[in-house]
Every structure is written in structure tokens, then in C-alpha cells.
């Protein structure tokens, strides 16, 4: 069974014998797993670990003509609206809706809007609605649903896995916009989980691919594209650069529209839900690390340096012991041990 945030939550508060108990405590024991995982993807991340390249990795954008920036993404927008279907049940009267959805990562962030699908609920039914078709770039964690009649809102309160069946409005119907409800995204978000970009690069055609270039926004070379004229041709050379971890900046205004695509390194996302399921564990040793240095760090905020102090060794000695595993399994004369590849 794969480990998810609250079962190892569970576990941690259990070597805390109690000391943590309040819905309070429980934010703070999932800050600490969190920053747990991320430190120790930063640890094997030196090692140069190559399974930390996004698997869902490239990523493909529209690039309109004239662009200058493009905001990051690593789940393309749906293009593809929802289909509902009415099913005896309730007592509510006929309603003309408008239906969307997003697809949503374990750390919260949503993609745009889907299309919209205008359903008439008829009386005494409720709207069924069968899970949206996966993305194909990306691996997000479930999905959700926006539903009213004027404003369209959140209608879950957690993400839907897409193995379920079909959602089923509640015998209350739906609720618009601002009854309690969610807003619904006015940006793609899913660049959360993007280290940095290692290769961008079009498709011309003539069936090559063209890389371009990453320089400092600042640097002489990005200074003298800024005075080029971008043409319609798609021999042209770009450059850009990363601005703020989420925006691609282009030098010069790119001249047509191109549909590119990047590599990413990814890093692990700030998991939100209890069934989020956690990083990095058919690693040897990763599960105990983040237990370790979880209680370490919630030691540390109940003032028990002594017990701080010892838990964090234990920690760092179990981290060493994965970076001598992973540098073993990277070593290129290693043609017989691979102890993590499966």
C-alpha cells in the first residue's frame, strides 16, 4: 500500500505519543512532512538523479503571434467540455446550467476552466456527470467541478479521482457563486511543481527541431534581441528566460504563432490532501527519513532540544545512507546492482 500524506501523518503522531492532538497540530505535522520531502528531494537531487526529470515532461504551449511572455504550465488547460446527463431523483425544479471542470493537483493548483456545457436539468432529475477525459500532459490528481445556474462554483470539497463513477448533484442542487462556495481559477497553476527548464525547442516543417536558448533577462545577448524584428519565419532564433520560476520571457516578440514545447526538472508539489500519496518512497530509506525529520522538526517546536537534537541525527544519518545508494546506482561501471529500479 503506497504511503499518502495522512497515513504517514498518522504514524508520526503516534511517535509523538499525543503530544499533538488539535486540528492545528495536524496543519503543522503536514507542514513538516512537507518540508521534509522537500528537503530531502534537494538532498538527491546533488546526486543528479534522473528520475526527478518530469515524467510528464514536454510539455506543449501555443504561442501566439506577437508574444512576449507565457505563463508556465505542466497540465494544459481542458479543451474538451462535460457530458451530463439527467437522472430521475430529488425534487428540483427544471434549471438551465452551465457546467465546467479543472483538472487539480495534490497540492491544490488547477488549470483553467474547461469549456462550458449548457445543460437543461429537467424537473424532479439530478445532473449526473461522468469523470472528463485525462490530459495527455501532465498527471493530475483528480478533478473538479464548477456548477451554477449564474455563477458557477465549486461543487466538491475534494478532489475527484477520474477511476470513480459519474458525480451526482446533491438533492440540494447546485449552489452558485458566492454562496459559501469556491471562485473558480482565473490561471493556470500547475507550475508548481517546475524546478527549472533544461531544453525548449520547436518542431519545424520540415520535421526537424529547433532548440532555443535561455540567457539572463539582463545579459547583452537578450539585450540585442530585444532590438531585433521578429519575423513570420520559423528559422528564426529566440531566445528567453525564466522569470519568477513561472513566466517564459521571449527575445524578440516571437513574429508567428509556434507550438513549443519544454523539458522540466520536476520538484515535489506541497501535498494538500490526506489521499495525496508521497514522493520518492520505493526509495529505500525515504519513509523513514521524512518520519525522522518530521518529528525533529515538531520536537523542536515543542522546545525539546534533547530529543530535536536526536531525531535529527537519525535523520541525517539515513539520509547519507541514500545518497551512497543512489551514487552507487548512478555509478557508470555499476552494470549489476540497480537496488531502486522498479
Not at 73 to 99: E, R
Not at 127 to 149: D, K, L
Not at 287 to 302: G, T
Not at 304 to 327: D, P
Request: charged letters at 20%; aromatic letters at 10%; proline letters at 7%.
Amino acid at each position: 500500500m503506497s504511503d499518502t500524506l495522512g497515513s504517514l501523518r498518522s504514524e508520526i503522531l503516534g511517535w509523538l505519543r499525543g503530544d499533538l492532538a488539535t486540528v492545528d497540530d495536524v496543519i503543522v505535522v503536514n507542514a513538516a512532512i512537507n518540508d521534509a520531502t522537500e528537503d530531502i528531494w534537494m538532498s538527491m537531487m546533488r546526486v543528479q538523479l534522473a528520475r526527478f526529470f518530469g515524467t510528464d515532461s514536454p510539455v506543449s504551449f501555443n504561442l501566439a503571434a506577437n508574444t512576449e511572455r507565457v505563463q508556465l504550465v505542466s497540465i494544459s488547460d481542458p479543451t474538451v467540455a462535460l457530458v451530463a446527463v439527467n437522472q430521475a431523483g430529488g425534487a428540483l425544479p427544471g434549471a438551465n446550467l452551465k457546467l465546467y471542470y479543472t483538472y487539480v493537483t495534490e497540492s491544490g493548483a488547477e488549470t483553467n476552466l474547461s469549456p462550458v456545457q449548457n445543460f437543461v436539468r429537467n424537473a424532479n432529475n439530478l445532473t449526473s456527470i461522468p469523470p472528463p477525459p485525462q490530459p495527455t500532459t501532465g498527471e493530475p490528481f483528480g478533478w473538479n467541478v464548477y456548477a451554477g445556474v449564474v455563477n458557477p462554483a465549486l461543487q466538491n470539497q475534494q478532489p475527484l479521482p477520474f477511476s470513480i463513477g459519474a458525480y451526482l448533484e446533491p438533492q440540494t442542487g447546485f449552489l452558485d457563486y458566492p454562496d459559501a462556495q469556491q471562485v473558480p481559477p482565473t490561471s493556470n497553476q500547475t507550475a508548481d511543481n517546475i524546478s527549472w527548464i533544461t531544453h525548449l525547442e520547436i518542431i519545424t516543417t520540415d520535421t526537424l527541431r529547433r532548440a532555443w536558448n535561455q540567457y539572463d533577462l539582463d545579459s547583452e545577448i537578450m539585450r540585442r534581441y530585444a532590438r531585433t524584428l521578429s519575423s513570420a519565419s520559423e528559422y528564426q532564433t529566440y531566445v528567453w528566460d525564466l522569470i519568477n520560476g513561472r513566466v517564459l520571457e521571449f527575445r524578440p516578440p516571437t513574429g508567428s504563432a509556434f507550438t513549443p514545447r519544454y523539458f522540466y526538472v520536476a520538484k515535489p508539489r506541497r501535498l494538500r490532501y490526506d489521499q495525496a500519496e508521497i514522493p520518492y518512497t520505493n526509495i529505500s530509506g525515504v519513509h523513514e527519513f521524512l518520519v525522522n525529520k518530521s518529528v525533529a522538526r515538531l520536537k523542536l517546536a515543542l522546545d525539546e532540544y534533547l530529543a530535536q537534537q536526536a531525531w535529527s541525527g537519525e535523520a541525517e544519518s539515513v539520509r547519507m545512507n541514500i545518497e551512497r545508494s543512489l551514487t552507487q546506482e548512478n555509478w557508470a561501471k555499476n552494470n549489476r546492482i540497480q537496488p531502486h529500479l522498479f
